[in-house]
């Protein structure tokens, strides 16, 4: 997986047209997330936080159709959580997925406070190559009861 990470007003993202089908560009706001398929031949466009995915193609939109008629949670994460809290159901972004997700968006943080590109192994769960950035990926010790949870994915 390659990622690149860009933040700031000034890293807005922009949509080549092979994807818009000669159609006008859709706004992507000021957040969120464009995926690109090593395929080409779709976008994903995740706004922040709550909003919903779009799919962006010149010609896939029949084909997923189903896909993309998917409603969504019933409550937004707050509300999942507190009620999974609460004994009542679980949430609706389960850690197995959350954990993972925050964990990419600290690496990515990292890259972004250090101004440099950086390269990830995912077996040793290091930075090649620096030293900084791996003692910002490490941070201080947890607590006992709290140690499983800080695992790297």
Request: proline share 3%; aromatic share 6%; with cysteine.
């Amino acid at each position: 997986v390659h990622v690149v990470w860009k933040a700031g007003g000034d890293h807005a993202s922009s949509i080549d047209k092979k994807y818009l089908g000669g159609k006008k560009a859709p706004g992507l706001g000021g957040a969120g997330t464009l995926l690109h398929r090593e395929q080409e031949d779709y976008l994903v466009h995740r706004n922040s936080h709550s909003g919903s995915s779009k799919l962006i193609s010149a010609n896939k939109h029949d084909d997923l159709k189903e896909a993309l008629n998917n409603k969504g949670p019933g409550n937004d994460h707050m509300e999942s959580f507190t009620q999974a809290c609460m004994g009542r159901g679980k949430t609706e972004s389960p850690f197995s997925v959350s954990g993972t997700l925050t964990q990419v968006l600290n690496l990515g943080m990292i890259a972004e406070y250090l101004n440099t590109d950086l390269k990830f192994d995912r077996k040793t769960q290091k930075f090649i190559g620096n030293k900084v950035a791996n003692t910002l990926l490490s941070g201080p010790a947890p607590r006992k009861e709290w140690a499983d949870h800080y695992k790297l994915a």
